[in-house]
């Protein structure tokens, strides 16, 4: 039997794969699709921070409101555009992942794709319901 000793190829090779696996790891923890480069929001992100900060102050309001004894109706009111504030958000992430992160693995097709629509039929399936 001859004894094999690691030369620099094959540490380069445990390297790699230690790199893939911690790549993965990354993309699982940032929340990229690792079908895409980036997020599939990347171009709308201003547009979506601008967005919930101005919701985060809505609720803010609200809070405000409930604090100061204001009329039921009227906080009800506000809760009603929060969330129709949220659903617009919902629905540009939405429409930014359908033609970002779904596109390209439909695209490549096979199980990737299959994956991807099934996700994306959840995303909107949990959408309508709420």
């Known amino acids: ?3 094999k000793h690691a030369t620099h190829s094959d540490e380069d090779t445990i390297e790699s ?3 893939d696996e911690n790549s993965a790891k990354q993309t699982a923890e940032s929340g990229t699709c690792e079908n895409c480069a980036h997020v599939g929001y990347v171009h709308d992100k201003k547009k979506l921070v601008t967005r919930l900060r101005r919701i ?5 309001a609200i809070t405000a409101m409930v604090e100061n ?11 009603a555009a929060s969330n129709s504030a949220l659903k617009s958000v919902a629905l540009l992430l939405l429409g930014d992942h ?3 992160c779904v596109a390209t693995a439909a695209a490549k097709g096979g ?5 991807k629509m099934d ?3 959840a995303a909107i399936t949990r959408l309508v319901k709420s």
């Open 1 to 3: 039997m001859t004894e």
């Open 111 to 115: 199980p990737v794709a299959d994956e």
């Open 119 to 121: 996700e994306a039929i």
């Open 17 to 19: 794969v230690n790199n």
């Open 98 to 100: 359908l033609n970002s």
């Open 56 to 60: 985060e102050g809505q609720v803010r």
């Open 69 to 79: 004894d204001t009329y039921c109706i009227d906080i009800l009111t506000q809760i």
